[in-house]
């Protein structure tokens, strides 16, 4: 089966404080992509990053940081010193290469950072 | 401009109604996708075309159909709108070119069924 599971339904933490979010994953495939977008409150998908199964380096954005595990099949994204404009749900999502270029995403995580 | 425009952005509609949604880009990409998002259930694929010629079912295509009239438009067509279709609908597109396959999302439309 193809499936991404994001546990994290809803976070709710207080500005500056660290956050970690969730992503498990499930697929067959051997070459995949992983990806995390954000929906802000005004809706929009916004991507994020995008990364390759063979590629297991961690990757750091500014706050933002990425730890891919594929012995775990993890992808968390963590957020550092969280800011109000944070807010948002974030969705994680897997394209298996060769199912004909279906994104599967998880239900996503609403991050709610209090001032 | 945006890169993915998506027309309307709010529509509400009654059931039975015939409606459509469309999409246009100005990425020059291949590849397009029409999503549904529901609460608690992230973004299911309804359709998505790898070109104009090339239109596929993705996970939930039943009540809805596609066409493709170009290479920058893609357009959803709901034949006869039901109450369970009310969701927000998002159009995404993609380039096989560059080999990425990261898919860019429009703004969403926000369809309501009365």
């Known amino acids: 089966a193809q499936k991404v599971t994001q546990a994290q339904t809803e976070i709710s933490v207080v500005e500056k404080e660290d956050v970690t979010l969730d992503c498990v994953y499930e697929?067959?495939?051997?070459?995949?992509?992983l990806f995390w977008y954000k929906q802000p409150p005004s809706g929009e998908l916004v991507f994020l990053i995008r990364?390759?199964?063979?590629?297991?380096q961690n990757e750091i954005s500014g706050r933002y940081s990425w730890n891919f595990q594929k012995s775990t099949s993890s992808f968390n994204f963590t957020i550092t010193a969280s800011q109000v404009v944070d807010s948002a749900v974030y969705f994680c999502?897997?394209?298996?290469?060769?199912?004909?270029?279906?994104?599967?995403f998880g239900q996503g995580t609403e991050l709610s950072v209090k001032p | 401009d945006a890169d993915v425009t998506q027309t309307p952005r709010n529509r509400i509609t009654k059931t039975g109604k015939r409606i459509m949604l469309e999409c246009s880009q100005t990425?020059?990409?291949?590849?397009m996708y029409w999503y549904r998002q529901d609460p608690g259930l992230g973004l299911r694929l309804i359709y998505y075309?790898?070109?104009?010629?090339?239109?596929n079912k993705g996970e939930i295509s039943d009540g809805y159909s596609v066409s493709r009239q170009a290479q920058a438009k893609f357009s959803l067509s709901l034949e006869s709108a039901i109450p369970n279709q009310t969701a927000l609908y998002f159009c995404?597109?993609?380039?096989?070119?560059?080999?990425?396959?990261?898919?860019?999302f429009g703004p969403g439309t926000r369809l309501t069924v009365l």
């Open positions: 995404a597109t993609s380039d096989t070119g560059t080999g990425e396959d990261t898919q860019y």
């Open positions: 697929t067959r495939d051997t070459t995949y992509y």
């Open positions: 990364r390759n199964s063979f590629d297991e």
């Open positions: 999502a897997l394209y298996p290469y060769n199912q004909g270029g279906k994104l599967i």
């Open positions: 990425k020059g990409h291949d590849r």
């Open positions: 075309s790898f070109d104009v010629k090339d239109i």
